[in-house]
């Protein structure tokens, strides 16, 4: 089975479509606010994708374009100023910023209860917790991959390769809340090999091309690459040789068209869920 993940996007950006029309005649209008420093290709992109598909899904869409020489005093001044703006239920830092710049303090200046890409600490330790909050797009939208498929992973083994705070980290950590058993594997683990080939679900979030043959795999693996990389020949590729994957997994993820098209979904999904619950604080999201 190939997961298609750009038609299961459209899916659900249609059902936020509708939510969100239906939160409009409530005097509810969704709200993100974007902030992009300095003119990296790849983050131009991401941003233009994203102003997009709020506008398509009514969520209003404000992009702040801050040169790359920003001192970070103002870039903490923005966010502040965004904090303490009733119009806005989500920002989102445009990630890498540019050299000279602490991604890290800046993550810490946003209101946790706005950050819709679930990388504030207070988000990442109720994740950890198992308490309900923003999770981080990507990971989430991983998971969403896996239901809309009808995969059970409840006592599934899976292997997570890669361990960051934007992906590896939290995908394992969704996944054990959803009583799958986890293995955290990376680019130094040993017989790495041995590990994958036991694996139910196999995740790449490690960065690099095709690091994964289909001769790892087991014959009814799932397999989500999160990895894109763009080789010599300007061709992107992912975490997973796709070709031999295809031929030996249960299923599996392509790139592009795979997981890249769900974490738009979810950070739209996660700017919506915080409108609801900044104007009901009933609302609860898991």
């Known amino acids: 089975m190939l997961i298609d993940g750009k038609s299961i996007a459209i899916e659900i950006r249609k059902g936020l479509k509708q939510e969100v029309a239906t939160l409009t005649e409530q005097g509810i209008v969704p709200g993100l606010e974007v902030i992009l420093v300095g003119d990296d290709p790849a983050s131009q992109v991401y941003v233009r994708s994203k102003e997009r598909a709020c506008e398509r899904a009514g969520i209003r869409s404000v992009v702040h374009r801050l040169p790359a020489e920003t001192p970070q005093e103002d870039l903490h001044a923005l966010i502040q100023k965004l904090n303490k703006d009733d119009a806005v239920d989500g920002i989102l830092l445009q990630l890498p910023l540019p050299k000279g710049l602490d991604s890290d303090q800046a993550i810490l200046q946003i209101a946790p209860e706005k950050d819709v890409d679930g990388l504030h600490p207070v988000n ?69 090999e041995d590990e994958v080939r036991a694996a139910d679900i196999v995740v790449a979030a490690v960065g690099r091309p095709q690091m994964v043959r289909g001769s790892w795999l087991k014959p009814d693996a799932v397999v989500i690459d999160v990895g894109i990389n763009r080789l010599d020949d300007g061709s992107l590729v992912g975490d997973v040789h796709f070709e031999e994957a295809e031929a030996q997994a249960k299923a599996i993820t392509p790139v592009p068209g795979g997981v890249g098209p769900m974490t738009i979904a979810m950070l739209l999904q996660n700017t919506v869920d915080s409108a609801k619950i900044r104007k009901w604080p009933e609302h609860t999201t898991t």
């Not at 995969?151 to 809340?177: D, F, H, M, T």
């Not at 799958?180 to 990376?186: E, G, K, L, P, R």
């Open 124 to 192: 990442l330790g109720r994740l950890v917790a198992g308490l309900p909050g923003p999770r981080p797009c990507t990971p989430l939208g991983c998971i969403a991959l896996l239901d809309k498929i009808g995969y059970n992973v409840e006592g599934k083994k899976a292997v997570v390769i890669g361990r960051s705070i934007l992906v590896g980290k939290p995908i394992g950590l969704l996944l054990l809340q959803k009583n799958a058993t986890v293995t955290y594997c990376h680019s130094r683990t040993q017989q790495l």
